[in-house]
């Protein structure tokens, strides 16, 4: 059974820093791309960051681009995003997200999201 | 690449035909996938490739379209298919995009 645990969010002030892990199980980890999706509350999905399977593409929402870093240790089936400069429209649910192939094609399995509040 | 989806919500009936379009502002071949999205839950997806119906999804769903304009139909509206419903291509993978979302209500 694939299974996606995000962790590691929560209330940071603006300008600080957090860094998001996802842990992966239930599937071969490095032979799929992976992404961040953000969803404000009561709001659309924005797609953050993305992955290829081997790291060598990484990819930005230009709203982040420069703010935000994403990784991944295939040897550890985990992603990471790195969030830097935070700022209250950084406010959301973050979803680690499974593609559905090595590189984008789709968001084929969701995990179920950790919110990052960011607020004085 | 901008997605445009309309409209934004929608009053229907069950049993009703309800069909959501979602237009890109640049030519994204059939790189267009849809997710169903219901309250309190991650999303899912249930069309791929534009017209690709995903496993397990009921046939009432169908997708279509190609370069700038596609189309959700579901054919015959259940109650379990009342929820937000979302476009998003993957042609730029530089940046991909998603719809705004139709809101999908109960009449």
């Known amino acids: 059974e694939v299974q996606l645990v995000e962790s590691g969010g929560g209330l940071v002030q603006p300008g600080g820093s957090l860094r998001l892990s996802c842990a992966a199980s239930?599937?071969?980890?490095?032979?799929?791309?992976m992404h961040w999706v953000r969803q404000v509350p009561g709001k659309g999905l924005e797609w953050v960051s993305g992955i290829t399977w081997n790291s060598e593409n990484k990819d930005y929402a230009d709203s982040v681009r420069g703010r935000f870093t994403i990784s991944r240790d295939n040897a550890r089936s985990s992603l990471d995003l790195q969030m830097n400069g935070l700022t209250t429209e950084d406010t959301a649910f973050y979803y680690c997200?499974?593609?559905?192939?090595?590189?984008?094609?789709?968001?084929?399995?969701w995990g179920q999201g950790v919110m990052v509040t960011v607020s004085s | 690449i901008r997605m445009t989806q309309s409209p934004s919500s929608l009053s229907a009936s069950v049993g009703d035909r309800v069909t959501i379009t979602c237009r890109a502002s640049h030519n994204v071949k059939s790189y267009v996938n849809w997710y169903q999205q219901k309250p309190g839950r991650a999303p899912k997806v249930i069309i791929s490739?534009?017209?690709t119906l995903q496993s397990g999804v009921p046939s009432r769903f169908s997708g279509s379209g190609s370069e700038t304009d596609f189309t959700l139909t579901i054919s015959s509206l259940q109650p379990e298919d009342f929820a937000t419903y979302y476009c998003q291509q993957s042609y730029s993978t530089v940046a991909l995009t998603f719809g705004g979302g139709t809101k999908v209500e109960i009449k």
């Open positions: 997200v499974k593609d559905s192939r090595s590189w984008y094609v789709q968001f084929d399995f």
């Open positions: 239930g599937f071969i980890f490095d032979d799929y791309a």
């Open positions: 490739a534009a017209s």
